[in-house]
């Protein structure tokens, strides 16, 4: 099943990319997977994840079986007037966009095989799901997922979305928050990931992994200059101090942002900048 190299059945969809989640078509292998790397992830949780991620987890229950979104989405519509739908797979940059837009966040219906267990390079339900819907319910984030999506649109036109698809992947993937008991992860990336939980929030290192990746405060310009790998583990991870600064940083008018970004350099993954505000 595959379509113009993607994974996922886009077959029976709607205009907007939408398919039914068909939930009877999980076979008990699915449900099994879904439980280990559930309770995986769980284990993990403490002291890496943000606390905001673990309370909202707490109030869910979703660790015995692959949750049913219409159920969700009485919650989650409840909560903070988010609403799951079910897509094939990873979708083009404006339908995805239009979606967040409409606070509508398009979760994949299918989970890895067995064998994949440890790793998958496109975000399968686990991701999606593990990752994303629990931050959802925290009024920060919602908001902040809605105006990335309405920004994405509008730097569609501008030509910026290079820059705002580098502050999606080291917010909303891969973003730290400096919480009191110390450095915590909220991006879905992270917590979706055993591996890259433990690489991201411990920032005492040996000698030996020093060099391997840096935490810096949140900085937007510095951000959207920075490339990022999708196949590895981060260089470079951004921590904001509160899920406000999400709000606040990023409410002014990018348009002379991206301009201004156009004669800067590009950074690479792993870049150490003289100017650089290190945690
Ligand atoms: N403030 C941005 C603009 O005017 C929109 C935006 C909001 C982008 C939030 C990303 C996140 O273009
Ligand atoms: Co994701």
């Avoid at 979606?99 to 398009?106: D, G, I, K, Q, V």
């Avoid at 502050?167 to 990336?189: D, H, K, N, Q, S």
């Avoid at 920032?203 to 590895?232: G, K, N």
């Avoid at 004669?263 to 870049?271: C, E, I, N, R």
Wanted: glycine share 6%; net charge negative.
């Amino acid at each position: 099943m595959t379509n113009n190299g993607l994974r996922g059945n886009y077959e029976n969809m709607s205009d907007d990319f939408r398919v039914a989640q068909n939930y009877a078509n999980y076979t008990s292998d699915h449900q099994d997977v879904w439980r280990r790397l559930y309770q995986r992830q769980l284990e993990l949780l403490p002291n890496r994840a943000s606390s905001v991620f673990i309370n909202s987890l707490k109030q869910l229950d979703f660790a015995n079986e692959i949750p049913r979104f219409d159920i969700v989405n009485q919650q989650l519509l409840a909560a903070t007037g988010w609403e799951l739908i079910g897509v094939p797979g990873l979708l083009p940059d404006e339908v995805f966009f239009t979606h967040l837009a409409n606070r509508r966040f398009p979760v994949t219906i299918w989970i890895r095989e067995p064998h994949e267990f440890d790793y998958i390079v496109e975000p399968d339900l686990f991701h999606d799901f593990f990752g994303h819907v629990p931050m959802l319910f925290n009024q920060h984030l919602a908001d902040y997922v809605q105006a990335y999506g309405l920004g994405a649109l509008k730097a569609f036109k501008l030509g910026g979305l290079t820059y705002l698809a580098r502050l999606y992947w080291y917010t909303i993937e891969f973003g730290l928050v400096l919480e009191p008991e110390g450095l915590r992860a909220y991006g879905a990336g992270i917590l979706s990931s055993p591996g890259e939980l433990a690489h991201a929030t411990a920032p005492i290192l040996p000698a030996s992994e020093i060099a391997t990746r840096q935490w810096l405060h949140f900085d937007l310009v510095r951000m959207m200059q920075t490339r990022y790998q999708i196949d590895c583990f981060q260089s470079t991870y951004f921590a904001i101090d509160s899920f406000e600064q999400l709000i606040t940083e990023t409410a002014p008018d990018f348009s002379l942002l991206y301009k201004a970004l156009n004669k800067l350099p590009v950074l690479s993954p792993d870049a150490h900048e003289a100017t650089d505000q290190r945690l």
